[in-house]
């Protein structure tokens, strides 16, 4: 695990130390959160005797370019449910996850909203054949653990006060509380706009793993920049800026709110001098290749992609 201490001036102003945990450096091509959510699902997986793993996404999923190279690592066939209609040529996530070996079927929103009813799965699996589901982003109880050992990590490197995280499903998040066990706190930013609801996933899923909701955490919701993957030039300068001056690219989804969020929270004085803050850069950075294709033409300014 690689930590890196970040010299922000508010930071320093506050008396706050701030790190940025490089989990998104753990797996070459299974990057940060995404490995650790799938990690337990696979070994379920494949105890359970399926070869073929089936989930959900957006056209610029990351959690479907994560199965797709995951399937194709551990020799497990995928399939991959998009939400909406086909187009061509396919869009970067989709054409990398194809090239991984995952099979791509759509789904009309109407029946995407419905997935997880019964008769919709078993409609769905009776058209694919046998398959180990996993569920949009990868969050269910088996995700949680992987996070979790995040957190142990973490306390055998560093000490630390306060554990940040972007959320999207709520998983990454309701992982690390398990991890942390009502000690420390933890801070989550959600991607989504009117991610409140995020909560009550949150506290569903730690009940589920451990039998208990924790309260030791907040859930920040006004750093959404727009919305879910919608395009904010003030975030887009402040990652822009980030880069610049730690040498690290955030992600505009999920790792850039995390930060411009942090920042602000650390700017406001809710950090008392002294803490220490460790903010998880979970990935995510394949999504750069699909927002520069929708959003292209409203910046001067996009990342260079390896």
Same mark, same amino acid.
């Given at each position: 695990?690689?930590?890196?201490e970040?010299?922000?001036?508010?930071?320093?102003?506050?008396?706050?130390?701030?790190?940025?945990?490089?989990?998104?450096?753990?797996?070459?091509?299974?990057?940060?959160?995404?490995?650790?959510?799938?990690?337990?699902?696979?070994?379920?997986?494949?105890?359970?005797?399926?070869?073929?793993?089936?989930?959900?996404?957006g056209?610029?999923?990351?959690?479907?370019?994560?199965?797709?190279?995951?399937?194709?690592?551990?020799?497990?066939?995928?399939i991959?449910?998009?939400?909406?209609?086909?187009?061509?040529?396919?869009?970067?996530?989709?054409?990398?996850?194809?090239?991984?070996?995952?099979?791509?079927?759509?789904?009309?929103?109407?029946?995407?909203?419905?997935?997880?009813?019964?008769?919709?799965?078993?409609?769905?699996?009776?058209?694919?054949?046998?398959?180990?589901v996993?569920?949009?982003?990868?969050?269910?109880?088996?995700?949680?653990?992987g996070?979790?050992?995040?957190?142990?990590?973490?306390?055998?490197?560093?000490?630390?006060?306060?554990?940040?995280?972007?959320? $999207?499903?709520?998983?990454?998040? #309701?992982? @690390? %509380?398990?991890?942390?066990? +009502?000690?420390?706190?933890?801070? *989550? &930013?959600?991607?989504?706009?009117?991610?409140?609801?995020?909560r009550?996933?949150?506290?569903a899923?730690?009940?589920?793993?451990?039998?208990?909701?924790?309260?030791?955490?907040?859930?920040?919701?006004?750093y959404?920049?727009? $919305?879910?993957?919608?395009?904010? #030039?003030? @975030? %887009?300068?402040?990652?822009? +800026?980030?880069?610049?001056?730690? *040498? &690290?690219l955030?992600?505009?989804?999920?790792t850039g709110?995390?930060?411009?969020?942090?920042?602000d929270?650390?700017?406001?004085?809710?950090?008392?001098?002294?803490?220490?803050?460790?903010?998880?850069?979970?990935?995510?950075?394949?999504?750069w290749?699909g927002?520069?294709?929708?959003?292209?033409?409203?910046?001067?300014?996009?990342?260079?992609? *390896?």
């Amino acid at each position: 695990m690689l930590i890196q201490e970040l010299q922000e001036p508010v930071a320093t102003q506050r008396g706050v130390r701030l790190l940025l945990i490089r989990d998104d450096l753990t797996h070459p091509e299974l990057p940060g959160n995404k490995w650790r959510k799938l990690k337990y699902n696979l070994m379920a997986a494949e105890e359970q005797g399926y070869d073929t793993l089936l989930t959900f996404g957006g056209a610029f999923s990351n959690h479907i370019a994560a199965v797709a190279a995951a399937g194709r690592l551990r020799g497990l066939r995928t399939i991959g449910l998009i939400r909406g209609e086909e187009t061509r040529p396919l869009n970067p996530t989709l054409a990398q996850a194809a090239a991984d070996g995952m099979h791509l079927r759509y789904l009309d929103r109407e029946t995407y909203r419905r997935k997880h009813e019964p008769a919709v799965l078993a409609a769905l699996l009776a058209q694919t054949g046998p398959a180990y589901v996993l569920p949009e982003g990868g969050t269910n109880a088996l995700a949680l653990p992987g996070c979790a050992e995040l957190v142990t990590e973490l306390a055998a490197r560093t000490d630390f006060d306060v554990i940040g995280v972007a959320c $999207g499903t709520g998983g990454t998040l #309701a992982g @690390l %509380l398990t991890g942390l066990a +009502g000690q420390r706190r933890a801070v *989550g &930013v959600a991607a989504l706009k009117n991610g409140g609801f995020l909560r009550a996933e949150i506290d569903a899923l730690t009940r589920q793993t451990t039998g208990r909701a924790y309260d030791n955490y907040e859930l920040l919701t006004e750093y959404h920049g727009g $919305g879910y993957a919608h395009f904010s #030039a003030e @975030l %887009l300068d402040f990652i822009r +800026g980030f880069e610049a001056r730690h *040498g &690290v690219l955030l992600d505009p989804v999920y790792t850039g709110k995390l930060l411009w969020g942090l920042l602000d929270q650390i700017a406001q004085g809710r950090f008392a001098p002294g803490t220490t803050v460790a903010a998880v850069h979970s990935g995510g950075l394949q999504g750069w290749q699909g927002f520069r294709q929708r959003f292209g033409s409203r910046s001067a300014w996009w990342p260079a992609l *390896g």
